[in-house]
């Protein structure tokens, strides 16, 4: 049975940094393209930014409204997926999911979610 | 970048009623398009890919389709069950949701 676990969330000040990880199980990870996606409260989601597998270059992307502020990474032997987060806003503030893409050849819907993790951005 | 834009954005309905929800893509996606069913405290559930296979969980009365900017999900017989938020995605460039349609009890 797939299992992605979100921790590190909490409270931060605006300016600051807080960096998630998401433990997985489950199916191997190392052959994963692994994505956060997050929601604000009484929002709709939004798509954060996704990394792929190493074994297709480990490159990540992201959204235009984290792109250079939030970094995604990952530890196969760990099998643990990150996000660092760096100059939060209080617009940060939502709940912040991992998932693991599905498709072949062509990836890209969301198969697996994990229960999500708060994080709050305000002084 | 892809703007997804889901209409409506509520939809008040009755346990039997037929369904549809449409999502329109800025550009071409062809079939790079996902729906999620998400209830109340809930994380988000994929419903359907490549805009019309059903997953395995997933009962016979919703259906997808569509290509290039403009998809549908119907539920054909609205259950008590499915009343939830739901949400398109496309991942033909990169990844984008829409904004999402809430089916509530009418």
């Known amino acids: 049975e797939v299992q992605l676990v979100e921790s590190g969330g909490g409270l931060v000040k605006p300016g600051g940094s807080l960096r998630l990880s998401c433990a997985a199980s489950g199916f191997t990870f190392t052959n994963a393209w692994m994505d956060w996606v997050r929601q604000a409260p009484g929002k709709g989601l939004e798509w954060v930014g996704r990394i792929k597998s190493n074994a297709d270059g480990g490159t990540a992307d992201y959204a235009a409204p984290v792109k250079g502020r939030f970094s995604i990474s990952r530890d196969d032997s760990k099998n643990t997926l990150y996000l660092q987060m760096n100059s939060l806003t209080t617009d940060d503030s939502a709940v912040y999911y991992c998932s693991t893409e599905g498709g072949d050849p062509w990836r890209g819907y969301l198969d697996h979610w994990g229960h999500g993790i708060l994080v709050t951005v305000s002084s | 970048d892809i703007q997804m834009t889901q209409s409506p954005s509520t939809l008040s309905a009755s346990v039997g009623d037929r369904v549809t929800i449409t999502c329109r893509a800025s550009?071409?996606?062809?079939?790079?398009l996902a729906w999620y069913q998400q209830k109340p405290g809930e994380g988000p559930k994929l419903l359907i890919y490549e805009t019309s296979t059903l997953e395995s969980w997933v009962p016979p009365r919703f259906s997808g389709s569509g290509s290039g900017t403009e998809f549908t999900l119907t539920i054909s017989s609205l259950q008590p069950g499915d009343f939830a938020t739901y949400y398109c995605?496309?991942?033909?460039?990169?990844?984008?949701f829409g904004q999402g349609t809430k089916v509530e009890i009418k």
């Open positions: 550009q071409s996606i062809s079939s790079r």
């Open positions: 995605q496309q991942y033909f460039y990169y990844r984008a």
